[in-house]
Nanobody, 123 residues
Framework: QVQLVESGGGLVQAGGSLRLSCAAS????????LGWFRQAPGKEREFVVV????????YYADSVKGRFTISRDNAKNTVYLQMNSLKPEDTAVYYC????????????????WGKGTLVTVSS
């Protein structure tokens, strides 16, 4: 079993930045690729970004490329999401996810979910 706890959400103006963190715990936490999804009100949960176990591979959704950066600290079992140049359309609950690097880019391929942290971007 893996537990994921997100932090760092909040309210920010358009053009601003936020940094999300996700701490993973559990006996097998270090064996998983980690990533982020988001879900805006009335919309389906969508893939944002994933980072491989080693940190050597990353995959970004087109909507966030060049603005968001994912990183992980395996010593702390923590993944970070630096979000810059935020837009109102980035407003959503952001969920941390753990799973296989092969399947994690779709919601049904995620093995573990965090409870989410709300990011609100005002115009």
């Amino acid at each position: 079993q893996v537990q994921l706890v997100e932090s760092g959400g909040g309210l920010v103006q358009a053009g601003g930045s936020l940094r999300l963190s996700c701490a993973a715990s559990g006996r097998t936490a270090s064996r998983y690729a980690l990533g982020w999804f988001r879900q805006a009100p009335g919309k389906e949960r969508e893939f944002v970004v994933v980072i491989s176990l080693s940190g050597g591979s990353t995959y970004y959704a087109d909507s966030v490329k060049g603005r968001f950066t994912i990183s992980r600290d395996n010593a702390k079992n923590t993944v970070y999401l630096q979000m810059n140049s935020l837009k109102p359309e980035d407003t959503a609950v952001y969920y941390c996810a753990a799973g296989s690097i092969v399947t994690i880019r779709i919601p049904s391929g995620v093995d573990y979910w965090g409870k989410g942290t709300l990011v609100t971007v005002s115009s």
